[in-house]
C-alpha cells in the first residue's frame, strides 16, 4: 500500500471520516450529530450512479462490468435495496446502467452532470475521475479546482446524494504518475471544504491498488476493480451508518 507523510495521512482521516481504516476522526462538525447515526434501521435504499472515465466504464475488466458488478454484489449481499442509473450500459450484470465515459476528462464529465443527475437523481454517487487529465497533461495545476467545481456542481443539482469521492488509481503510466501524487494531496482539502459547508461527501482511498492490479497502464484489472468495489462500499456504509443517505427522490428519468 503507498504510504503517506504524516500530515497527508491525518487529512485522509478526516476527510475520510467515520468508518475508515485511518485512525483520526473526521473533521469537528463534519460528520451529523449523534442522533441522526444509524443503529439497527434497515440498509439504505441505493440509486446509485457510477460517474466518471473508462474506469467506470470497466476498461480492462474481461466482463466489462468492472467495480460496478463488484459492488452491486457486496451491497446487494449487505440488504440494499438497488438501482444502478446512467445514460450508459456495459457489462454482463443484471444492471449495467452507469455513467462512465472512455477517455473523458473532469471538465467533460462537468458538462453534462446538470442534465444527467436531474434525469437520474441518485442518491449516492461513486465518482472516479481525474486519470486522463493528469494522462494528457491537460492544465494539470488546475484539475484540482476542476474537482471542486465538478463536486459542487453535483451537490448542487443532487443536494440530497452522497458523494463517494475516489482518489486517482496507480499507474504505470510515467506521465500521469508524475502528476498523480499531487494531485491526490489535494482531495483531503477539497472533501473537507465540502463537508464543512454541510455537503455529504467523502473520500474514497483507493491506494490499496498496486501495479499488479492493472489490466494495462492505467486501467485495472478485476482484482484492481474487486479492490475499488471494497473502498466504495465501505465509503456506502460508512455514509449510511452517519445517516447521510436519503430516500432516493422522484427522478425524470424515461
Known sequence: MKKYSAPLTAALAAALGLGTALPAAALPGTEPPPSTVRTAAAPAALRLMPLGDSITWG??????NGYRGFLWNRLSAEGHALDFVGSGRNGTMSDRDNEGHSGWRIDQITGIA???LARYRPNVVTLEIGTNDLNGN??????????????DRITRDAPDATVLVGTVIVSTSGTEEAHRPAFNAKLPEIVQAAQAAGKHVRLVDMSALTGADLADSLHPNDNGYRKMADAFNAGVQAADAAGWIKPPVSASRG
Open 59 to 64: 476498461v480492462g475488466s474481461p466482463s466489462g
Open 114 to 116: 446538470d442534465s444527467v
Open 138 to 151: 491537460y492544465q494539470v495545476p488546475t484539475a484540482p479546482d476542476r474537482l471542486r467545481a465538478l463536486i
